[in-house]
Nanobody, 126 residues
């Protein structure tokens, strides 16, 4: 089970940090990702982090502004979001993917993920 938190209403240029806590065992053996879905749009991958070597992936739209990290001791994955823009407004979802290959790369397709959190709303005003 995944529980996301940290969303809220901020002004453009502000920062937020999302957290996602996982219950259960073997957290350190899962790749983790953040996705988002804006109103009227399809869900898109934002960032992902593999296990093992902690390889990362970022969507072009967030590169240089967002940072994904994980703390396996706390069963938690974070998404630090800086320089937020109105177009970042969306419901953000965390997800977990099981697979030995994710030791080497970070999956960024939604169909690679096995478990999903409930979502946390991020609203960025201009």
């Amino acid at each position: 089970q995944l529980q996301a938190s940290g969303g809220g209403l901020v002004q453009a240029g502000a920062s937020l940090r999302l957290s996602c806590v996982a219950s259960g065992r073997a957290f350190s053996s899962y790749a983790l990702g953040w996705f988002r879905q804006a109103p009227g749009k399809e869900r898109e991958s934002v960032a992902a982090i593999g296990w093992g070597f902690s390889s990362t992936y970022y969507a072009d739209s967030v590169k240089g502004r967002f940072t994904i990290s994980r703390d396996d001791a706390k069963n938690t994955v974070y998404l630090q979001m800086n320089s937020l823009r109105p177009e970042d407004t969306a419901v953000y979802y965390c997800a977990a993917a099981w697979g030995s290959s994710y030791c080497y790369y970070a999956p960024h397709s939604s169909n690679e993920y096995d478990y999903w959190g409930q979502g946390t709303l991020v609203t960025v005003s201009s």
